[in-house]
């Protein structure tokens, strides 16, 4: 047929020069490649990539170049030829979509996703689709590089929301990094294979990610062909599509597979290997043996699992007087009420807790995207994640752009103003002075101190609470505060406060200095402890990074010994990588250094005093 006709002539086609004998070989066969990428793609892509050479040849008008014309004319004359209806690939694409994921444009909550990396592609695709599928204009709409920023949020957005009849997305891979579609969408289909694991990745992630409700079904097409060499050329693409099967499952990082880390890069290392005879079997070689490498010397990962390995776990709660922030939001705001300030909140029957934003609060909002900024400054704020879900899907179906609901944590603008007006409820150098004679004996005092260990960073690294005891003004010890609490879990419950302006706290502030003096040595040696089991585990790991320095530098006398550019051009060349080398190594350690170097003496802060003194 007219789709084999033109492969033929492609693999016989030689793209030479008629006196040009070096272009006989890998000029020639660089730019076949070229053209059987485009034509993996769609015969139109390839008639392009044909007509803008002829143009630049036509342009020179060089005599040596007629038998290349020729060559080009011929094989556009073909290309031309194919029509949707025998172009294999576009009719597997139809079945595809009808029979195999059942796709019904009619269902706002099954939407479709086409990436094609060609621009060409993607017209052809727009142009038949809404005819061979009966598409309105706006049910169908594309995701390409030269449309501006707004025109695809807008589609984007679109294309999330129930309400929008938008069904079908072609993308070329502008739209395959940082745009989530997995909101209504969980069908995906590859048009064609992009020639990087990276875009695979990148494409894959649009529909594939956290928040997906569906499995994903996500497929690929190939072209297959008589011709033996297009055939051999597609199993190095279909070496391609198992690795990203297997990096979906197992790994995660397609550089562990091809030792690449741009795209541009792995283009050009899956093109090199389509010149080679029997380049599916050697480039499947050389990916599996980059794996296993890559395994045995993850040596940045192994510094982060370390620094990260002495960090608390994650998952354990924070000591906190409350359930939860909710608990905390409510008791702050009644405080704020109960000092006479103007607070109107209240406690829905759905445990949303509801509040019109004060003044001070709203301009908190101005250093946030407008849209967040509820109507009328009405607040709703939930910690349960099944009514934050809720509101999500509901934004988007009602066209809105943010959620009624907001979620109610530590870095919520509500959170973050209740946190600063209580702390301002003590004075600078000030703290409370708890008196619980029930449960302490009248001579004890109990003071409770915070130290703060920072890095060269400001982070804070280290941050102890503990408590310091005394009994009949003489010290008695001291206790993590949380080691504290369980010894005294009635602190754990509600507590009356017995108030009283004029009681003598005198002998706790004589106590303070000597409690601030112990609780700098217990801080300091807890710093101490910190620095040591860091250090060590650091200092394994910044020798494996001189070994791995040293390897890489190695290499790169190995990789320019061989090369034949001019002296100069390729000193200089090898100069660069090797300040990029030293820079990256320098870089990573110097951030090491910077992160995990804390700072000698603490910063102390008394957080309370218990005594069982009534004053």
């Known amino acids: 047929g007219a789709e084999e006709e033109a492969y033929r002539r492609l693999v016989e086609s030689q793209f030479r020069d008629d006196d040009d004998e070096d272009s006989r070989s890998n000029k020639g066969r660089l730019f076949k490649i070229t053209l059987e990428k485009a034509l993996f793609s769609s015969p139109m892509a390839c008639a392009s990539v044909v007509a803008n050479r002829l143009r630049r040849l036509e342009n020179r008008k060089e005599i040596n170049s007629q038998s290349q014309i020729n060559e ?47 621009i060409k ?67 995906m289909i590859h048009f064609d294979i992009p020639w990087s694991l990276m875009v695979f990745q990148q494409r894959n992630g649009r529909i594939d990610r956290y928040g997906q409700k569906h499995q994903p079904q996500i497929r690929y097409l190939l072209t297959e062909a008589s011709e033996p060499q297009i055939n051999g050329d ?139 900024a509820p109507e009328n400054w009405q607040l709703y704020l939930s910690q349960d994640k099944t009514v934050i879900t809720e509101a999500i899907s509901r934004a988007r179906g009602e066209q809105h752009a943010w959620p009624d609901v907001q979620y109610l944590w530590q870095i919520n603008p509500v959170v973050q103003w209740l946190d600063d007006k209580i702390q ?41 609470w503990l408590v310091v005891s005394f009994n009949r003004e003489t010290l008695s010890g001291s206790l993590p ?62 020798q494996k990074l001189d070994v791995l320095r040293g390897r890489q530098l190695n290499q790169l006398e190995l990789d320019f010994a061989d090369n034949k550019q001019q002296l100069s051009v390729k000193q200089s060349r090898k100069e660069q990588r090797q300040r990029e080398i030293e820079h990256n190594f320098d870089s990573y350690i110097q951030w090491i250094e910077d992160t995990m170097t804390t700072e000698k003496e603490p910063y102390i802060q008394v957080i309370a005093v218990i005594t069982g003194a009534e004053g």
């Open 234 to 372: 597609m199993r190095v693409l279909e070496v391609l599509i198992n690795k990203d099967e297997q990096a979906q499952k197992n790994i995660g990082d397609s550089s562990e597979f091809t030792g690449k880390f741009t795209q541009e890069e792995e283009e050009e290392q899956v093109a090199e290997f389509m010149m080679q005879d029997d380049g599916a079997s050697l480039f499947d070689d050389l990916l599996n043996s980059n794996v296993t490498e890559n395994s045995e010397h993850d040596l940045f990962g192994e510094i982060c699992s370390a620094v990260s390995s002495d960090a608390s776990t994650v998952t354990e709660s924070d000591i906190s007087l409350f359930d939860n922030e909710q608990a905390y939001c409510e008791k702050a705001l009644g405080y704020l009420k109960a000092c006479g300030q103007t607070v109107q909140y209240d406690t829905l029957p759905d445990n949303t807790l509801s509040l019109v934003a004060p003044e001070e609060l709203r301009r908190r909002f101005n250093q946030l995207p407008p849209e967040i």
């Open 424 to 464: 301002s409820a003590f004075g600078r150098h000030q703290a409370p002075v708890m008196r619980l004679p029930h449960l302490f004996e009248p001579d004890e005092d109990h003071f409770i101190l915070s130290g703060l260990f920072p890095n060269r960073k400001s982070h804070p690294m280290v941050n102890p």
């Open 121 to 187: 592609t993607l017209e052809f695709l727009e142009q038949q689709l809404r005819s061979d599928l009966k598409l309105k204009d706006d049910q169908i709409a594309t995701l390409r590089g030269d449309q501006g920023d707004t025109v695809l949020m807008e589609t984007v957005e679109a294309f999330g929301k129930s309400q929008s009849p938008l069904r079908l997305l072609i993308c070329s891979d502008v739209a395959s990094e940082g745009i989530n579609l997995h909101h209504l969408s969980h069908k």
């Open 72 to 118: 080009l004319e011929s094989l556009l004359l073909a290309l031309n030829n194919i029509d949707a209806s025998q172009f294999s690939k576009y009719q597997l694409l139809l079945e595809t979509i009808r029979n195999d994921l059942r796709w019904k444009a009619n269902n706002t909550e099954d939407r479709l996703v086409i990436f094609t990396e060609s």
């Open 481 to 542: 505060f949380a080691e504290f609490l369980k010894r005294h879990p009635q602190l754990s419950s509600k507590l009356t406060n017995s108030g009283g302006k004029d009681r003598n706290h005198q002998r706790q502030q004589d106590l303070l200095e000597a409690a601030i003096a112990h609780a700098r040595d217990v801080f300091v040696h807890d710093r101490n402890a910190f620095e040591e089991r860091i250090n060590q585990q650091l200092n394994e790991h910044l």
